[in-house]
């Protein structure tokens, strides 16, 4: 796979899959009603905003890792796919 198809790949499934996950279906359940906080602390809130905001580097280099030094979509196709993301780490 090119890496361009594997960037291209990476990029649709990286939009497609968290906007479904933590946009969509937490709307869906919820519709964007807040309930009191946890344990009534507003703290709790900032603090996990501060967790998601904190994780987003690790996951956009990992998502381009993936795709360009693995040079695979967001699917394993091929053995050799394997053997390239075990050996880059």
Same mark, same amino acid.
């Given at each position: 796979m090119s890496k361009a198809i594997a960037v %291209?790949?990476? !990029?649709?499934?990286?939009?497609?899959?968290? %906007?479904?996950? !933590?946009g969509f279906i937490p709307f869906w359940v919820t519709h964007w009603e807040f309930r009191p906080a946890f344990f009534g602390v507003d703290l709790t809130r900032i603090l996990g905003g501060i967790l998601i905001i904190a994780g987003a580097p690790g996951i956009v280099d990992s998502f381009a890792r993936f795709a360009l030094e693995a040079a695979c979509g967001p699917v394993l196709v091929a053995e050799s796919?394997?053997?390239?993301?075990?050996l880059s780490g």
């Open positions: %291209l790949g990476s !990029a649709l499934f990286f939009v497609v899959a968290p %906007l479904t996950l !933590a796919d394997f053997r390239n993301i075990l």
